[in-house]
Nanobody
Framework: QVQLVESGGGLVQPGGSLRLTCAAS????????MGWYRQAPGKERELVAI???????NYADSVKGRFTISRDNAKNTVLLQMNSLKPEDTAVYYC??????????WGKGTLVTVSS
């Protein structure tokens, strides 16, 4: 059974930093992209950052220059370093794995709250 477990969320003041970690376990074959999405209250889920197996990255315009995504292919782990956090970054952050077989896996989410 495939599991994606996120960790690292919490409460942080504006301007602060957090690092999210997602560890994938189970029988996942042919991982292509790994990424992070977020959903704020009353809003749709949106892409935050994604990284392919080759290391190519893509970021939402709202986080460019502040967030950095990385992955460890050997450990099936994806990280999201979030700096200069803003109140509008408050959301539940979800880990996503997309395989070459067009299968999507999702974590249960971790809450990030940016508030003074």
């Amino acid at each position: 059974q495939v599991q994606l477990v996120e960790s690292g969320g919490g409460l942080v003041q504006p301007g602060g930093s957090l690092r999210l970690t997602c560890a994938a376990s189970g029988s996942i074959f042919g991982i292509n992209a790994m990424g992070w999405y977020r959903q704020a209250p009353g809003k749709e889920r949106e892409l935050v950052a994604i990284i392919t197996s080759g290391g190519s990255t893509n970021y939402a315009d709202s986080v460019k220059g502040r967030f950095t995504i990385s992955r460890d292919n050997a450990k099936n782990t994806v990280l999201l370093q979030m700096n200069s956090l803003k109140p509008e970054d408050t959301a539940v952050y979800y880990c996503n794995v997309y395989t070459y077989y067009a299968v999507n896996y999702w974590g249960k989410g971790t809450l990030v709250t940016v508030s003074s």
